[in-house]
């Protein structure tokens, strides 16, 4: 059973960066897509970014939704077993719980829609106060 953890959440000034990681266990990440999302107290889960399944290779697609495109990037470490989410440029409106997903399904290489992912881990906070 794949199990998914967070880190790297905390807090942070705006204008500063965090780097989050979605480490696995029980089973090779390679072979699942990543997603990346979070959610705001009040607000609903909304999608950051995604990595395609790389299936042992070192290239993988990304995609990216809204304010993330240009300030977040996401990446693999296949060696770690770990996928990351790089944030620079953050400000107030990025504070939320962020968690990852994983998904086997195969009729497209990125997916957006939670409903897509079948395993989640349970979130880090981000907070971007000063």
């Known amino acids: 059973q794949l199990q998914l953890v967070e880190s790297g959440g905390g807090l942070v000034q705006p204008g500063g960066s965090l780097r989050l990681a979605c480490a696995a266990s029980?089973?090779?990440?390679?072979?699942?897509?990543i997603g990346w999302f979070r959610q705001a107290s009040g607000k609903e889960r909304e999608p950051i970014a995604c990595?395609?399944?790389?299936?042992?290779?070192?290239?993988?697609?990304?995609n990216y939704r809204g304010s993330a495109k240009g300030r977040f990037t996401i990446s693999r470490d296949n060696a770690k077993n770990t996928v990351y989410l790089r944030m620079d440029s953050l400000n107030p409106r990025n504070t939320a719980v962020y968690s990852c997903a994983a998904s086997n399904y195969t009729y497209k290489w990125y997916f957006f829609n939670p409903k897509d992912y079948q395993f989640w881990g349970n979130g880090t906070r981000v907070t971007v106060s000063s």
């Open positions: 990595v395609s399944r790389s299936d042992g290779k070192t290239d993988y697609r990304t």
């Open positions: 029980g089973v090779t990440l390679d072979t699942y897509a």
